[in-house]
């Protein structure tokens, strides 16, 4: 199973940009369906993006309103999340996950801190 890591958070100013991205180990992600999920104090965690095993579809919630980019890199193991446009009500935690199935298997990044200042 992959053991993922978020990096990329930091303080950033209203309408900044960040790239956050998740690096797996311990096996390769071509295999799983990768995403993100943020959860920032007093709401519970919400879904923000996600991509399919080859990168050829993504998703996204409502509220990125096309400011936010989901790639990834199968060779570099990578998955990336591309943040325009930020606003405050973007500070959150945010985490990485992978998840395949048959058999069923899914990874938590440990969480990166972004902090959007007005």
């Known amino acids: 199973q992959v053991q993922l890591v978020e990096s990329g958070g930091g303080v950033v100013q209203a309408g900044g940009s960040l790239r956050l991205s998740c690096t797996a180990s311990g096996g390769t992600i071509s295999t799983y369906i990768m995403g993100w999920f943020r959860q920032s104090p007093g709401k519970e965690r919400e879904f923000v993006a996600r991509i399919t095993r080859d990168g050829d579809s993504a998703d996204y919630a409502a509220f990125v309103l096309g400011r936010f980019t989901i790639s990834r890199d199968n060779a570099k193991n990578t998955m990336y999340l591309q943040m325009n446009s930020l606003k405050p009500e973007d500070t959150a935690v945010y985490y990485c996950?992978?998840?395949?199935?048959?058999?069923?298997?899914?990874?938590w990044g440990q969480g990166t801190q972004v902090t959007v200042s007005s």
């Open positions: 996950y992978a998840r395949k199935y048959f058999p069923k298997l899914e990874s």
